[in-house]
């Protein structure tokens, strides 16, 4: 069971299409909908319990966390419906869960002398409600609404988008949409450039001043969510920015001062460990992971990974 459950991805199959071209556009059968997902219609129904989700507190991150994760039937609904999902084409200003881009091109989106407004959706995936999701089926996608209301079921956990599911960053966008388009909307008015990493919205331009982060803060509360208080922060032109962990300034972009200082911290723990004979597999590891990804944004770790690695390779 656990291997199939490695084997389940989001598959879009190479295709970016209008949402008018999805199948699930203009649905107005539940059994339709069955054939769609290969499941029998009570099967699916049955899976709408919340009891089909393994819940359970994540402790490994800055602080405790609610994980909602589907079983393995219930998952591979879901994942169906994601790849179905993802192959709507989405905005521009999007840059998560888009082939070809990442936290790295969002951050050159920003990249020149003005100023940047950071911040994140609190509790972006719980505050996503099954009402906004049920009206992306019946809005946006115009499903009729005993379809919108069993996608809805299928897709969210204890009325919400689940914490824990392959569907719960593409949906998350598509129930926010109206949110994200009219912020989107707000900014080129101003000349602003704005862009979306998953719950990271961040604006960069000239006129970006106090009154546009309060008129930004009601936009988002309007909408059901809150922008982030202690994640909300206006840089000035001058200053070095942090975009989606990625320092950037005028000139480019660079690594974060905490990145290199994890990397220096491990590193200075690996020369001890060396020195003492020792080696530890899961350290090893943990550097030259945070040395390839820093070398998105500095192509140097590449050739210090690739260092370690041969030192690691002579010593055993």
């Not at 199948?23 to 319990?49: H, I, P, V, W």
């Not at 169906?80 to 999007?94: E, V």
């Not at 609404?145 to 914490?163: E, F, Y």
């Amino acid at each position: 069971m656990s291997q199939k459950k490695r084997r389940l991805k989001i598959d879009v199959r190479n295709k970016k299409y209008p949402i008018v071209d999805s199948c699930l556009f203009r649905l107005q059968s539940k059994r339709k909908l069955s054939e769609f997902l290969n499941t029998e219609l009570f099967a699916l129904k049955n899976l709408t319990d919340d009891r089909n989700y393994n819940c359970y507190i994540d402790t490994s991150g800055h602080k405790p966390r609610e994980i909602e994760h589907p079983c393995f039937e219930l998952d591979k609904i879901q994942t169906r419906i994601a790849s179905l999902i993802c192959r709507i084409a989405q905005p521009d200003y999007i840059h998560s869960g888009v082939k070809g881009r990442s936290h790295i091109t969002n951050a050159k989106q920003h990249v020149g002398r003005h100023n940047v407004l950071t911040s994140d959706i609190q509790s972006f995936f719980p505050s996503t409600t099954q009402r906004m999701v049920f009206n992306f089926f019946y809005k946006r996608l115009q499903c009729s609404s005993d379809v919108a209301d069993l996608l809805a079921n299928l897709c969210t956990c204890k009325g919400h988008i689940p914490t824990g599911s392959r569907i719960s960053m593409p949906l998350a966008f598509w129930a926010n949409e109206p949110m994200f388009n009219l912020l989107h909307k707000v900014s080129l008015s101003q000349g602003i450039t704005f862009t979306v990493f998953v719950d990271d919205i961040v604006f960069s331009g000239s006129s970006i001043d106090e009154r546009f982060v309060y008129n930004i803060k009601k936009l988002i509360s309007n909408h059901g969510h809150t922008a982030h208080p202690r994640k909300t922060k206006l840089y000035k032109a001058g200053n070095t920015k942090l975009v989606t962990g990625v320092a950037v300034d005028t000139n480019g972009l660079h690594v974060a001062n905490r990145h290199r200082k994890n990397i220096y911290q491990d590193m200075s723990q690996w020369k001890v460990s060396k020195q003492a004979g020792l080696q530890f597999d899961d350290l090893n590891k943990r550097i030259i992971g945070r040395m390839n990804a820093q070398s998105l944004v500095d192509y140097r770790f590449k050739d210090k990974a690739r260092t370690l690695r041969l030192s690691i390779k002579k010593k055993n």
